[in-house]
């Protein structure tokens, strides 16, 4: 008992980011998955970590160029330059693969060592500062207050567009703030987290919650308790068992999810 | 002009019988009174793209209005301007004061397909959204907000389905909720998106009884948006026909005829009338080479 209360004290930093990125990007992730836009999360998540990668070459600050470029990502697959002659698929596609390579030729030409920089770009939660932990407070408190004082709004226009216009609402301002805080969710929480555990956040829990629940306010509660709770248990997990906590994370999900699964299919 | 006040508009009407010409001038005084939203040569498009140039188009109070046309004619895009998602290229589109200022609300049915049904909303959330514009910013739904929703359903004969998953509704039932939903905003006009696309003849049958239904008994001026033409040509009132970016309106009788459907359509049609019934049988293709 002795050990694990020092553990949590030891790392009580790395718990407390993951608990805010978890629980913000499995909430998020529920409009990313009704929305169809999981490839836009995971191209983002690649963006994001070129903007550190970017930063880091020069020697700027990584976490506010990590969601100046996210914020430029999702403004740039957000539009079609080429009209009716590519999908909006292919507009991510590119967005994805061109930010994957760069970010590995900027890797290589940096100064510090490739594992290093890896750690930095990708995240490495036990290397987390307290500053990171606060700026991701202050994050996530922000991101939930728009979403839960505009549900209404941004659930309309994510459910129908068009009618909302109709109305009179403003839709293509909450579609903005919608992307926008989706971006800058993912942005803070690679930087904390790490590319794979976002990106199992903003999929995996949404999906179970999706699953298991009939109303929409369930799916996002479900989808955030979900999120926490085995991002929290897969940090144990790979500390007690010394694996890689991304992939830790990634796979407890899908344990989770596989139950789900059991029970949707017995359930009837 | 200025908009006469009830009375006097009603003494200049009483008045006005005895006079022939009187009489006239206050038919057209009404049909402006009355009048919701008017285009005058109008030109629509996206980007550098020309859709639909020269539309002239009024939709006055009591109106059960069809725009139809071969596919990728332009009436989405008609129906973008009515809805103010697209603006016009040139010309003006003027709509109604009360409208303009948002005192009187215009209803809009989407297609259904348009709608994702990934979404676990009830059929009481998803009605409920056409309350949103009223109910305001930072503010939940009150009391006669879920009056106004179960009146809205009970209208549509959904009202035992309240708390039904939206996803799990017939494709009937869905653009039954999709007209709650609009009629929850009280709209002095209804937009109708392609109603009964995907419909079976009973399916089709309801919605557009329905329609009217709304129409005759809570006097809503209709306009609804159809590539079906046999739907179109036993309800609507007056026809607008798209045909290569220009739009021909009048009423029913004038605008659907065999000589006009097979300029447009290039096809031999013919239309028949059986039990008062109107259908609309195409005979052959024909020779676009001569």
């Not at chain 1, 409009?31 to 994001?48: C, D, H, T, W």
């Not at chain 2, 006040?5 to 008045?15: G, M, V």
């Not at chain 2, 035992?160 to 006009?189: E, H, W």
């Amino acid at each position: 008992m002795d050990d694990f209360l020092t553990t949590i004290s030891l790392f009580r930093y790395a718990i407390a980011g993951i608990i805010l990125v978890s629980f913000i990007c499995s909430y998020l992730g529920v409009y990313i998955v009704l929305k169809r836009i999981i490839f836009v999360g995971v191209a983002i998540a690649q963006i994001s970590s070129l903007g550190v990668a970017f930063a880091l070459l020069l020697g700027l600050p990584p976490m506010a160029f990590s969601i100046l470029f996210t914020l430029l990502g999702m403004f740039g697959m957000s539009t079609n330059p080429s009209g009716k002659r590519l999908s909006q698929e292919a507009i991510i596609g590119l967005g994805f693969i061109t930010a994957s390579a760069v970010t590995i030729l900027l890797m290589a030409k940096s100064a510090l060592g490739l594992h290093e920089i890896e750690n930095i770009v990708y995240g490495d939660i036990l290397a987390i500062s307290p500053l990171q932990v606060y700026i991701a407070l202050g994050a996530v408190v922000t991101i939930i207050t728009i979403h839960l004082l505009f549900y209404k709004e941004l659930v309309f226009v994510s459910f129908d567009y068009d009618m909302a216009r109709a109305l009179g609402i403003n839709a293509r301002l909450w579609n903005l703030i919608l992307y926008l805080t989706i971006g800058a969710a993912i942005a803070i929480g690679i930087m904390i987290a790490g590319n794979m555990m976002i990106i199992a956040a903003i999929i995996l829990p949404p999906i179970n919650g999706l699953i298991l629940s009939t109303r929409l306010r369930n799916a996002f509660i479900i989808s955030s308790i979900q999120g926490v709770s085995t991002a929290t248990f897969a940090f144990f997990l790979s500390y007690l068992l010394d694996l890689p906590y991304g992939p830790t994370a990634a796979a407890s999900s899908f344990v989770v999810l596989g139950f789900s699964f059991i029970a949707f299919k017995l359930r009837g | 002009m200025r908009r006469l006040d009830a009375t006097t508009y009603h003494l200049l009407l009483r008045e006005g019988t005895k006079s022939k010409t009187f009489a006239s001038f206050l038919r057209v005084l009404d049909k402006m009174n009355n009048r919701l939203v008017e285009f005058k040569k109008v030109v629509l498009g996206y980007g550098k793209k020309i859709v639909l140039k020269d539309v002239n188009l009024t939709v006055t109070r009591g109106d059960f209005l069809g725009i139809a046309g071969p596919n990728g004619s332009g009436k989405t895009t008609i129906l973008r301007a009515l809805l103010k998602t697209i603006k016009p290229k040139s010309g003006t589109l003027t709509f109604r004061e009360d409208i303009r200022k948002g005192k009187m609300a215009i209803g809009y049915v989407p297609q259904r397909e348009f709608l994702d049904e990934l979404y676990p909303l009830t059929v009481m959330e998803v009605v409920m959204m056409g309350r949103y514009a009223g109910i305001g910013l930072l503010k939940k739904p009150k009391k006669e907000d879920y009056s106004t929703v179960h009146y809205a359903l009970a209208c549509v004969n959904m009202e035992g389905n309240v708390y039904t998953a939206f996803r799990d509704l017939s494709g009937g039932q869905k653009q039954r909720v999709l007209i709650a939903r609009a009629l929850a905003g009280k709209p002095v006009m209804l937009i109708l998106d392609e109603p009964t696309d995907g419909l079976d003849i009973k399916g089709e049958h309801e919605i557009m009884e329905l329609i009217r239904d709304l129409h005759m008994n809570q006097h809503l001026t209709v306009l609804m948006v159809s590539h079906h033409l046999n739907v179109m040509a036993n309800y609507v009132d007056r026809l607008a026909i798209i045909d290569q970016e220009t739009m021909y309106v009048g009423k029913l009788h004038c605008i659907l005829t065999e000589d006009n459907l097979e300029k447009i359509y290039a096809m031999k049609v013919k239309i028949l009338e059986v039990d008062g019934q109107r259908a609309i049988l195409h005979l052959e293709h024909r020779n676009n080479n001569g």
